[in-house]
């Protein structure tokens, strides 16, 4: 998995809550990424962040948030506002055109 | 915009076997391709990528793929199938015509299941 980390591992929420998934990187890329995996839909971008402050809406944004303060770091935001947030997580970064992924964040929404 | 179709949801090899996992692809321009493979609950590893030259690239842990323009494929291959190989493979396009910041995307298929089996 690379020099990405995400924590934590598995997450559980309640309805209604907020939470926020960590993805911190010590590649020095510029590039990061969000994607969700559900089983059988392959992996969706979410958010993209090319450099800092900086970020653009995946193809299913509606429903999350995300922050690049920090080259190294870019969390993400489920919102109460996304109805099925059930899922795998997975940060990237990017080099020269290849990603490299974190080892993921499981979330389940009790 | 591009697309990437896996027609296969799982393909099953016996040990020792040669496998092929599929992949075709659709993008406006020159293709820039990738095959990932995921183990369970982990992130996905890189295997191997084709930009340009030879047809045939080869990859980490013994894998292949092979572009084949005519047929706008890219499919994975690995001449002897190890238990170790079973895992979800997805395969990736990127569209070379897409530049400046802000437009970068992977399109990753739905991922094919390969199981190796004893």
């Known amino acids: 998995d690379g020099g990405i980390t995400q924590s934590p591992k598995y997450l559980f929420r309640k309805e209604g809550q907020n939470v926020t998934l960590s993805c911190e990187q010590n590649?020095?890329?510029?590039?990061m990424y969000w994607y969700r995996q559900d089983p059988g839909q392959g992996l969706r971008l979410i958010y993209y962040?090319?450099?800092?402050?900086?970020?653009q809406k995946g193809d299913i944004a509606e429903g999350y948030s995300v922050s690049r303060e920090k080259k190294e770091s870019f969390p993400l935001t489920v919102t109460s506002a996304q109805k099925n947030p059930t899922a795998f997580y997975l940060c990237?970064?990017?080099?020269?055109?290849?990603?490299?992924f974190g080892p993921g964040t499981r979330l389940t929404v009790l | 915009a591009q697309s990437v179709a896996q027609p296969e949801d799982q393909v099953n090899v016996a040990e020792g076997n040669p496998l092929t996992v599929k992949c075709t692809y659709s993008v406006s321009g020159n293709p820039y391709l990738f095959w990932y493979v995921q183990y369970p609950n982990r992130g996905l590893q890189f295997l191997l990528k084709?930009?340009?030259?030879?047809?045939l690239v080869k990859g980490s842990y013994g894998f292949e793929a092979e572009f084949n323009k005519s047929q706008t494929s890219f499919h994975l291959k690995k001449p002897s199938a190890l238990v170790s190989d079973s895992a979800l493979y997805f395969c990736?396009?990127?569209?070379?015509?897409?530049?400046?910041?802000?437009?970068?995307?992977?399109?990753f298929g739905k991922g094919t299941k390969l199981s190796v089996i004893p």
């Open positions: 990237a970064s990017k080099v020269l055109g290849e990603q490299f």
């Open positions: 590649l020095n890329h510029d590039a």
């Open positions: 962040s090319q450099i800092v402050n900086d970020f």
């Open positions: 084709y930009i340009t030259g030879d047809n």
């Open positions: 990736a396009v990127r569209d070379m015509r897409l530049t400046g910041a802000g437009s970068y995307q992977l399109t």
